[in-house]
């Protein structure tokens, strides 16, 4: 099925790349159409071909996620984040203001998204910052994860505490 759509991908892109070629006088109302249509058809493909690459890399039964949000965001600015699963780094990601004002607002960023093996895992993710009086601040959090036959989504949340003045980091497993 793949080669199929993949030789009829071919085949569009072909016959745009002829249609391109002719000249603009010659085109009649007939071809621009049917050269709109075959252009409609090859981003339906392109679609269809992301989704399916998407469920060949990473299928439902080892498919994990990890997304980070951020509550107010006045007691810690993020500068970087790591995450480690079974003391291997599988996430580097480095903010810009862009994105933290995105969080700040209630934004949600997907950080990862891989494949895991069943059964229990170790998650360490590392914040990097600045935190209150805007000194240097690294914190980290753990959880322990089981993988199922299902897909896995952890939430890291950065959260501040006002009654202690701290920044808190949780970590949730969504159900």
């Known amino acids: 099925m793949f080669?199929?759509?993949?030789?009829h991908i071919t085949s569009i892109l072909l016959i745009l790349s002829i249609s391109?070629?002719?000249?603009?006088?010659?085109?009649?109302?007939a071809l621009e159409s049917q050269v709109q249509n075959l252009k409609k058809e090859v981003l339906d493909l392109n679609k269809e071909l992301f989704i399916l690459e998407e469920d060949l890399l990473f299928p439902a039964n080892t498919q994990f996620s990890i997304f980070l949000s951020m509550d107010i965001g006045q007691l810690f600015d993020l500068d970087s984040v790591q995450i480690n699963i079974d003391g291997k780094n599988i996430s580097n990601h480095l903010y810009t203001q862009r994105e933290i004002n995105a969080l700040k607002r209630g934004g949600v960023q997907r950080v990862y998204l891989g494949n895991i093996a069943s059964g229990k895992h170790e998650l360490v993710a590392f914040f990097t910052g600045k935190g209150p009086n805007k000194r240097a601040y690294k914190r980290g959090t753990t959880i322990e994860i089981e993988k199922?036959?299902?897909?896995?989504?952890?939430?890291?949340?950065i959260i501040d505490n006002l009654s202690k003045q701290q920044p808190e980091f949780k970590t949730k497993v969504w159900e």
């Open 3 to 7: 080669y199929k759509q993949l030789l």
């Open 148 to 157: 199922t036959s299902s897909p896995l989504f952890v939430e890291l949340k």
């Open 20 to 29: 391109t070629f002719t000249c603009a006088e010659e085109r009649s109302p």
